[in-house]
């Protein structure tokens, strides 16, 4: 069975940094793409981050220059480093990949969910 796991969130002061982790198990032939999404209370998801299968990256405005995401595909982990961390970024993150199965067809995962939380 796929599932991807979170780790990495918790409380933070404002100006800190946190570095956040999803794991993919089981059998997977490759990861296409992933990206880091947040809900805030009240809010709607948002795309904070992607990485495509080539390593191209794009971040929501708010946050460039500030996070970074990664994966190193010989682990099947995806990171988010997030740093400067603002009181504004305080949200429950899930992260996302599309994963190839041995079956050659392609499948959207999401994590559980982590939350970060940044006092002011």
């Known amino acids: 069975q796929v599932q991807l796991v979170e780790s990495g969130g918790g409380l933070v002061q404002a100006g800190g940094s946190l570095r956040l982790s999803c794991a993919a198990s089981g059998s997977i032939f490759s990861i296409n793409a992933n990206g880091w999404y947040r809900q805030a209370p009240g809010k709607q998801r948002e795309l904070v981050a992607a990485i495509s299968s080539g390593g191209a990256t794009n971040y929501v405005d708010s946050v460039k220059g500030r996070f970074t995401i990664s994966r190193d595909n010989a682990k099947a982990t995806m990171y988010l480093q997030m740093n400067s961390l603002k009181p504004d970024d305080t949200a429950v993150y899930y992260c996302?990949?599309?994963?190839?199965?041995?079956?050659?067809?392609?499948?959207?995962?999401w994590g559980q969910g982590t939350q970060v939380t940044v006092s002011s």
């Open positions: 996302m990949a599309d994963l190839r199965l041995p079956d050659g067809f392609e499948y959207r995962y």
